[in-house]
C-alpha cells in the first residue's frame, strides 16, 4: 500500500482520499435530491444509499448476502444519472468485476471500464469494450422525465412509511430469535412445578412488559425486606391483581419462575401478533406494488439520463 501511495504525486484536497489519509472530520450535507434505485432496494439499502450522499466518506458493512452489491450499483446508478463518473476499486480485481458482471448482466455493460491492472487496460481498448444495446427503448419524451420524478417523489413518500413497517418486521423477527435462545436456556434450569398466574391473581394473564415490572419490584421489595407491608400490599393488587399473597410468598421461586416461563411465551405471542398486523398492512397497502413501481421509475429514468449523455460523447 506505501508503494501505491508513493505513486500518487498529487492529492485534491476536497477528495475522500485525502480526507481519509489527513484524518479531517467526515462532513455531511442534507441531499434534497431525490435517489434512484433501478436495482432494487430495502430499507437499509435505502438508508446506505442516502447516507452515502450525504457524507464524503460512509461504510457499509453486513455478512455476504445482505445486498452490499445492490447498494453499489445503486450508489453508481444515481452518480452516472447525475453526469459524473465514478471508480470502483477494491483489494483485488474479483471484487470490482463482481460489479462490473452485473451491470452487463442489466445491460449496462457498456458504461463500464474494467481496468485494474495493466493487463486488464489492454484488454479493454483492444478488444473487450462491451456491445452497445439498443437503445431506441430508453428514450422519453421532452417532459416525461420531470413527471416521472414526481410521479417517483409521491411513490416514495408512500412507500417510506411502509418500508419502516418492514423495518419493524424485520426487527421483531430478530427479537424472536433471541427469544427462542434465552427461552431455550431458561427451560434447562427451570425444575419447580409451573403455576399459572390466575392461582394467585384474578386476572389470567398479564403482558410481558408487566411480568418484567412485577418480578423486578417483588425482587426489589424482598431485598429490602418490604415484600410484606400494607404498601406493597395494597400495589400489587391494585396493579396485578394479586389477591394471595400468602400463596405467592410461600412459593416465591416457584411462581416467580413460573412468571419468568409465562414472560417468554407472552412475549413470542405478542412480537407474532404484531407482525401478523404489520405484515396485513403492507399486503393492504400493495407494499409489493409499489416498490416495483418505484424500481420500474427508477430504470426508466436511468435509462433515459444515460441515453442522453451517450448521444452527447458519441
Known amino acids: 500500500m506505501l508503494k501505491q501511495y508513493e505513486?500518487?504525486?498529487?492529492?485534491?484536497?476536497?477528495?475522500?482520499?485525502?480526507?481519509?489519509?489527513?484524518?479531517?472530520?467526515?462532513?455531511?450535507?442534507?441531499?434534497?435530491?431525490?435517489?434512484?434505485?433501478?436495482?432494487?432496494?430495502?430499507?437499509?439499502?435505502?438508508?446506505?444509499?442516502?447516507?452515502?450522499?450525504?457524507?464524503?466518506?460512509?461504510?457499509?458493512?453486513?455478512?455476504?448476502?445482505?445486498?452490499?452489491?445492490?447498494?453499489?450499483?445503486?450508489?453508481?446508478?444515481?452518480?452516472?444519472?447525475?453526469?459524473?463518473?465514478?471508480?470502483?476499486?477494491?483489494?483485488n480485481n474479483s471484487a470490482t468485476s463482481n460489479v462490473q458482471e452485473?451491470?452487463?448482466?442489466?445491460?449496462?455493460?457498456?458504461?463500464?471500464?474494467?481496468?485494474?491492472?495493466?493487463d486488464n487496460q489492454a484488454d479493454f481498448f483492444t478488444c473487450k469494450q462491451t456491445q452497445i444495446p439498443d437503445m431506441n427503448n430508453w428514450l422519453l419524451e421532452k417532459d416525461k422525465p420531470k413527471k416521472i420524478f414526481k410521479r417517483l417523489s409521491r411513490v416514495s413518500n408512500a412507500l417510506n412509511i411502509l418500508l419502516e413497517y418492514e423495518r419493524e418486521i424485520a426487527k421483531l423477527k430478530e427479537e424472536l430469535l433471541k427469544l427462542a435462545v434465552e427461552q431455550g436456556h431458561f427451560e434447562k434450569n427451570f425444575h419447580e412445578p409451573y403455576v399459572p398466574f390466575s392461582k394467585i391473581s384474578f386476572r389470567k394473564k398479564i403482558s410481558s412488559t408487566a411480568i418484567l415490572d412485577l418480578t423486578t419490584y417483588y425482587e426489589e421489595k424482598e431485598l429490602a425486606n418490604?415484600?410484606?407491608?400494607?404498601?406493597?400490599?395494597?400495589?400489587?393488587?391494585?396493579?396485578?391483581?394479586?389477591?394471595?399473597?400468602?400463596?405467592?410468598?410461600?412459593?416465591?421461586?416457584?411462581?416467580?419462575?413460573?412468571?419468568?416461563?409465562?414472560?417468554?411465551a407472552r412475549a413470542e405471542e405478542e412480537r407474532k401478533k404484531q407482525i401478523a398486523s404489520l405484515e396485513r398492512k403492507l399486503k393492504n397497502q400493495s407494499y409489493n406494488k409499489l416498490k416495483e413501481q418505484y424500481i420500474d421509475l427508477s430504470t426508466k429514468l436511468f435509462q433515459a439520463m444515460d441515453l442522453g449523455q451517450y448521444c452527447r460523447h458519441k
Open 7 to 91: 505513486k500518487i504525486t498529487k492529492i485534491n484536497e476536497n477528495s475522500v482520499l485525502a480526507a481519509y489519509l489527513s484524518g479531517s472530520k467526515i462532513t455531511n450535507k442534507n441531499n434534497t435530491d431525490i435517489l434512484i434505485f433501478p436495482f432494487g432496494f430495502n430499507l437499509s439499502q435505502q438508508k446506505a444509499v442516502k447516507t452515502a450522499f450525504e457524507n464524503n466518506i460512509s461504510i457499509i458493512e453486513g455478512p455476504p448476502g445482505t445486498g452490499k452489491t445492490q447498494t453499489i450499483l445503486n450508489i453508481i446508478a444515481n452518480v452516472v444519472a447525475k453526469g459524473e463518473t465514478v471508480a470502483i476499486v477494491a483489494g
Open 102 to 118: 452485473k451491470l452487463e448482466k442489466n445491460g449496462y455493460g457498456f458504461l463500464t471500464a474494467l481496468l485494474g491492472n495493466s
Open 226 to 264: 418490604t415484600n410484606n407491608n400494607f404498601t406493597v400490599k395494597s400495589f400489587l393488587f391494585l396493579k396485578y391483581g394479586i389477591y394471595r399473597l400468602q400463596d405467592f410468598q410461600e412459593n416465591k421461586i416457584a411462581i416467580i419462575n413460573s412468571l419468568k416461563r409465562d414472560y417468554y
